[in-house]
């Protein structure tokens, strides 16, 4: 059976949705193909079930991508305000919870029902379910699937990265693009977990569930927020964001006194017979103090250390590398960094420049958010410049 639309949109995630709505308002007949039973269920598990939908702080230097220019277009002509004013209409409360990162007061649900209202509005079909088998190009675009053939003269792809494969992630935007010609920058694990190697990890034995402040750097990034110890290595905002700028074989380095500039945090006490453990235990949890004068400088009384040593330790304290084993990879991964070329699209209209009506949309292209609602205005800002055109 063959149905026959103006639009065909994979993928009924944040781009895609918005993509449609708005091709849905310029009167295009608009279907979504979502694999999964649900739409939008990356948007249902984001921001710890809040969706921290958008960040007012957003610009192009808040992005990772081979050019760094290309984001700018998109984010301009659809800001975080213009989500905002959206949000607001349909009378969802939010909240700044810091760095402008706005989350829902209630449920990230809130935001996929506003996202299917809008749908519904603009008379887009939403088909979930839909398993694509095969996909091509005569004079239309034609989606094999298993409920038949879709043939439209545009299709945006939307069908995000590998992130999180039991949400129903896959690597179709990816072969699609390649099917075409595409260049895909290779894709690996952003936003993620580091695992650390058994040797480095025993000493940290027991601090699983351990937070504290650092600056933590990789790689020319830097980020002052909070680090935690897991099982496996390290976690937490701080490691997230700098993960996504880690290399293999590179380390990573931690400040653990982002407080105490220099060798300041031994000054008054330098002559005194308090234990360096007890001291570092003032600024770091206790367990960790313990831990790190475990690895790096067996605790003695501060009056036993020559100047000279104090600071070597204080300048260790500030600058902790670390040499991460791996990431805890796409089942752990926020985001995929990497993907579709940006080279390959147009910046205003997010078109392939060589496959004409060919559209590439959200996570897929090779443009990855920090932490904090990037990723989400990256969705809608892409998704909304390919709705123009679509
Ligand atoms: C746990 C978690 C929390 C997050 N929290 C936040 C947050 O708070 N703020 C933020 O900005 N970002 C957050 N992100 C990142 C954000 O969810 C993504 O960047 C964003 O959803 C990308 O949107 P997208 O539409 O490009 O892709 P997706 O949302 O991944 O949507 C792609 C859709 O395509 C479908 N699909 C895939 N393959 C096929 C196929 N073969 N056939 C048909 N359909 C297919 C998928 O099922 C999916 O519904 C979070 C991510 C995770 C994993």
Redesign the pocket.
Known sequence: MEQFFDVVV?????????CAIEAGRRGRRVVV????AR?????A????G??????LHTRAESFLSRNPDFCRSALARFTPQDFVSRVERRGIAYHEKKLG?L?CDGS?RQIIEMLRADCNEARVEIRVG???VELGKASTFRVC?RDGDFVAPSLVL????L??PK???????YRVARQFGLAVIPPYPA?VPLTLDRATLEPLGGLAGVSFPVVARSDGAEFRESALITHRGLSGPAILQVSSYWRPGRPIRLDLLPDQPGPSVFETKRGSAMELSTVLSQHLPRRLALAWCALHAPSRPLNRYSVRELAEVARRLHDWQLDPAGTEGFAK????AGGIDTDELSSKTMEAKRVSRLYC?????DV??Q?????????WA??FAAGQYA
């Not at 739409?39 to 948007?43: A, M, P, R, T």
């Not at 598990?45 to 710890?48: D, L, N």
């Open positions: 994979i993928g009924g995630g944040a781009a895609g949705l918005l193909l979502e694999r999964n739409v939008g269920e990356k948007i598990i984001s921001g710890g809040r969706c921290n939908f958008t960040n990162q989350f990230s839909c398993e694509i699937t939307a069908s995000g990265g992130s999180i949400l129903g992630a896959s690597d179709l935007a936003l991964a926020e985001v995929t949309i959200g996570e897929a292209v990855t958010g932490l904090g609602g990037f990723n989400f205005q990256w969705a892409s998704g």
